[in-house]
């Protein structure tokens, strides 16, 4: 007996001490497997990364800033029939357990059992509250270690959380495939719609994609998509969330989404909403740029950016068409696939009406071409065949890109080998309306109307003219066009001399910027000194680094076209220097406003309206040339489009002026042109600097692209009178109405007048005839023959500026 008792007591402490050697190891085991358990109180104030929205100034979206793209929405605008369908695929029970789903995890417990057998990959049966604590505090392994964290996680959320902060959480945070994480950025993305917008259907689809956005993604799995969501809307309609009829309705619908996501619907406006990314980087840093949320109003004007766009587009197309077809760029033998390969071999074109072709076959001007995308056949219009056999005939195999024109034919195009930009601002206020920075942000994402620096040529003139005049000169003063040389290093000399190789003898100051005289500009800048005309120059914000030397008179030195374009503004607005921005407002994500483009404050703005007078502003910008010099500059700079060097725009009506400028060898060709209310610089040339070719002046190139672009402003913004300065003195001189400051329109009389002038020509019809040849030699088309190739001169010798 003794014996027994013994045996018992021994048992009971071995298994006792197994039970406490168990229990130790479990534990462990816990305190390993749950020690860096997230704590899930954070998830009270918990804000996922979220997607800066960018607008434009009309409300268009037209740009996002995101690593992931998201739009945050809070659970009361998520729509009823949005959170129905996601319950009904994932979660029915959601508003009755506690975290976790008992029913749920035995069905999913049964089909594990297969899983581990065939070694496929485990089944959660999880709950939404499960799936919020694996995508936001937990990994996505697949292990019984993460199971049982999540378990002990949902029941900490669902104590720490009301189900409706979890059901917010979990629809801002799941992904759902096409670079959307969260249901509003699916519904955008997958559907180009909001929340709210979203039809039975559409939302049971999003719902459908949580298992697996791959598995059911609409393109490429259409069947396997389709189904899923016909599933989802069975589950719905089986909770007594659509009524038969409307089941039947959904389910007969067609799945049909955008072929991609898109970041926004408008997409001519790439190089602006880059440059915005840009500025806000440096404003807020890039961290809360992608990930902060943040609502950004821009400056940009939706149609005068697409007319800009079109605008540059054209005329850079015009210039390559002057200058003759390059050749196919590629070849196909027509073997089985070929259209895909082809397409492979080239980025879509910037023009969205262009396609890839290839030519079938070739017999003189009688071209034959077949679609890559669409498998089309038809001919080539017979002057674009002659056109491209003038250079590198057309052969069998060549692709090309053609335009469908009517009547089976095809229109032969090229994309430009040239460059531009066109940037228009808002004088007085220095918003940027519109910003092109060339041809084609997919070729190349350089902007070249912030980021190209080169020489203005002559458009830089009008700040010369305007040092003068805030001298004792006038718009009548006289200046004598006549041969000057100056010495230069190592025994050199620099001879200025006007693009026509004439000179006009004495002229006044009007006709030499309306004429752009370059003789003539060059004395001035003598005589009242380059270090005057590079200050104001840098006061008016046209470049930081301008030498005081003669040759800059002409343009020598380096400027963007946003900064020039700028500095025009001032010739506008009364003589204020207006700094240019694209930012107009932005807000965090509770709405705060953190920013603003207009710096001005306005103490009155906020009080209640009781009839009194409305609050007064002053006006933006600083002084920096006198309200008559502006006006002075402004009503020559008119003459330039009424009688001078882009007399071409002059179809555009009064009140619009501007200045061409060609710098040497024709390496870089401008115009800046206004009316009251709207600036625009225009630039051409090539990225590598070499030259435009013959004849490619100002006036050849940007002044069309002006005028295009006008012609779609002026409607919006019509011109009006420029604004004449109080204490302005008006006096007729030639005919045209000419600005004095008080006291200067006596001194006009003692002016000598250009009849009676002994150098130059002998009379007054020698000068009107000399002019009349060269605004003809001006007008004459350039040739269609190979650029010029550069000839090698001293960097300033400037004579060819124009």
Known sequence: MKIAERWFVMAGIGLLGAIALAGLVVAVYAAWVFHDLPDASELADYRPATATRVYAGDGTLIGEFSDERRIYVPYEQVPATVVQAFLAAEDRNFFQHGGIDVSGIGRA??????????????????????????????????????????????????????????LELYMNEIFLGYRSYGVASAAYNYFGKSLAQLTPDEAAFLAALPKGPNNYHPKRHPGAAKGRRDWVLGEMAQNGWLTPEQLATARARPLSTQDAPKRAAYADADFFVEEARRRSNALFGEELVQRGGLYMRTTLDPTLQSAARNALMKGLENYDRRHGWRGAWGTTDFAPGWQAAALKKTAPPERRQWQAA?????????????????????????????????????????????????????????????????????????????????????????????????????????????AALEGDYTPTSIVLDAPISFAGPGGSRWTPENYSRQYYGPQTLRRGLELSRNVMTVRLAQDIGMQNVVDLSKKMGVSDT??????????????????????????????????????????????????????????????????????????????????????????????????????????????????????????????????????????IGFDDNRPLGGGETGATGPVPVFTEFMQAALKQRPARPFVRPRNAIFRTVNGIEEAFRPGQERRREEEMPRETVPVGPQNYNDVLRLEAEEKAQQAAPPPSATPTPPKREPAEDLSGLY
């Not at 041809?439 to 009008?462: D, E, H, I, M």
């Not at 933006?620 to 006198?626: A, K, R």
């Not at 402004?634 to 009506?653: D, H, N, P």
Request: with cysteine.
């Open 109 to 166: 417990s049964l089909k594990n059992v297969f899983n581990v057998v065939s070694g496929r990959r485990l089944e959660g049966g999880s709950t939404i509250t499960q799936q919020v604590a694996k995508n936001v505090l937990l990994t996505n392994e697949s292990s019984l270690n993460r199971k049982l964290k999540e378990a002990i996680l949902s029941s900490r959320l669902e104590a720490t959380l009301t189900k409706e902060q979890i």
């Open 358 to 466: 290839a030519v079938e076959s070739a017999s003189g001007n009688t071209v034959r071409v077949r679609t890559a995308r669409d498998d089309r056949t038809g001919t080539l219009v017979s002057s674009d065949a002659a056109w491209a056999n003038a250079r590198k005939p057309l052969q069998r195999g060549d692709l090309i890109f053609v335009e469908p024109r009517d009547g089976g034919q095809f229109a032969l195009k090229q994309v430009p080998a040239v460059n531009g930009a066109l940037v228009a601002i808002e004088p007085q206020s220095g918003r940027v309306l519109a910003m092109v920075g060339g041809y084609s942000y997919g070729l190349s994402s350089f902007n070249r109307a912030t980021q190209a620096w080169r020489q203005p040529g002559s458009a830089f003139k009008p700040f010369v003219y305007a």
């Open 546 to 683: 301008l030498q005081p030397n003669l040759s800059v008179s002409l343009g020598a030195g380096e400027t963007t076209p946003y900064r020039l374009t700028a500095a025009y503004a001032a010739f506008v607005n009364g003589g204020r220097r207006v700094d240019p921005y694209l930012i107009e407002l932005v807000q965090d994500r509770n709405g705060e406003t953190i920013y603003r483009g207009d710096k001005r404050t306005c103490r009155e703005c906020g009080r209640g309206f009781n009839g009194q007078e409305s609050p007064h502003l002053q006006p933006i910008g600083t002084q920096v040339i006198d309200p008559v010099t502006a006006y002075q500059i402004s009503s020559m700079l008119e003459g330039v489009v009424q009688r001078g060097t882009a007399a071409s725009a002059r179809g555009l009506g009064r009140w619009v002026g501007g200045k061409t400028g060609t710098t040497n060898e024709y390496r870089s060709a401008w115009f800046v042109g206004f009316s009251s209310d709207i600036v625009v610089g225009v630039f």
